[in-house]
């Protein structure tokens, strides 16, 4: 009997017709749609494991996921056959033999969001960015985003009842730029809660609107209250952009 190896894949996909990542019971899921394909392909079931969950509306640039086969892959090969099989709005970018410990979620170093929001009308990328009629002050959201750094328990942007043993986060970067006439909010950390991402950017789009101090952010984090933070943003602005790991996991 051949021996078991794992993978990793990068995969791409557009969220907006999916209902998140994670399979669940009476909604298609991106893990659904990417395990009917990897199936098909190898003619038995395959089951993956990715990364992170990412919510109903929410887009990768990058996610990775693992998963185990006993039989050999020719990688060109297999990435021509795997996309032609999978939807249109995924695709699988890479794929490298890691040891058998390795894996997608615990692995990982880091994860990166990246959220779009643009202040004029364009209907070619209205699935990919949150429309915004007014002009937040970038300078005030990037005072207050730099207050992120400053803590580690974010409950205030947790969705509630969420099934966490703790709502600790290490945010080892957060900001905006202004970037082809978008305005993007990056962040980088160890770990995400259900939801952060997009109330983090609707809180920071409030005070960049001179709703909320910068200064208030303190107390919106230590209050760890859902109600004291922002709304939620569009899920359709928000892109799972980066997931890290240490090199020597990887064995080709």
């Known amino acids: 009997m051949s021996e078991s190896k794992r993978y990793f894949l990068d995969i791409s996909y557009k969220g907006t017709r999916y209902h998140g990542w994670q399979i669940q019971e009476n909604a298609f899921t991106v893990q659904e749609a990417l395990e009917a394909g990897l199936s098909t392909y190898f003619r038995t079931p395959i089951p993956v494991m990715g990364s992170g969950r990412t919510d109903t509306g929410v887009h990768a640039y990058m996610q990775i996921c693992h998963f185990e086969t006993e039989q050999d892959i020719d990688k060109e090969k297999f990435i021509r056959a795997i996309n032609g ?64 750094l400053e803590h580690n328990d974010f409950e205030c942007f947790s969705k509630v009842n969420t099934a966490v043993k703790h709502f600790r986060c290490e945010i080892k970067s957060a900001h905006w730029e202004q970037k082809d006439g978008e305005l993007q909010f990056h962040i980088t950390a160890n770990r995400f809660l259900r939801g952060m991402v997009r109330a983090i950017v609707g809180t920071l789009v409030d005070i960049g609107l001179g709703k909320i101090e910068p200064e208030e952010m303190h107390h919106i984090i230590e209050s760890r209250n859902r109600k004291k933070a922002g709304k939620s943003a569009p899920a359709c602005g928000l892109f799972f952009s980066k997931i890290e790991y240490s090199e020597d996991i990887y064995l080709d």
């Open 85 to 148: 099989i999978l939807p249109k709005d995924i695709s699988i970018n890479s794929i490298r033999k890691v040891k058998p410990d390795a894996h997608a979620r615990f692995s990982a170093k880091s994860r990166s969001y990246i959220y779009r929001l643009i202040l004029q009308k364009n209907p070619f990328i209205e699935d990919y960015v949150w429309r915004h009629y007014f002009n937040p002050d970038v300078s005030r959201m990037n005072a207050a985003a730099k207050i992120l």
